[in-house]
Nanobody
């Protein structure tokens, strides 16, 4: 079982920056993917960015060049640096850890609100 706690959300003006953090507790090893997803009101949850245990990153087209995902293995924490924020980035952002091998499982955080508005 992996517990995830997100932090760093808030209200920011268009063009501003925020950094989300997700601290994971529990056993994370082997092959896994850590990532961020978001869900805006009335819309489905969508992938924002992922990073694998081999440090391969993947981004949604809508955030490429603006967002950066990274992780700290010692702290078991994944980050999402968000720059040049737009109103359409407004959503609840969820942290996810997907264990693949030797254990499998999908773990979600409780979500953190990001609001981009002037």
């Amino acid at each position: 079982q992996v517990q995830l706690v997100e932090s760093g959300g808030g209200l920011v003006q268009p063009g501003g920056s925020l950094r989300l953090s997700c601290a994971a507790s529990g056993s994370i090893f082997g092959i896994y993917v850590m990532g961020w997803y978001r869900q805006a009101p009335g819309k489905q949850r969508e992938l924002v960015a992922t990073i694998t245990s081999g440090d391969i990153t993947n981004y949604a087209d809508s955030v490429k060049g603006r967002f950066t995902i990274s992780r700290d293995n010692v702290k078991n924490t994944v980050y999402l640096q968000m720059n040049s924020l737009k109103p359409e980035d407004t959503a609840v952002y969820y942290c996810n850890v997907r264990l693949i091998f030797p254990r499998s499982g999908d773990n979600w955080g409780q979500g953190t609100q990001v609001t981009v508005s002037s």
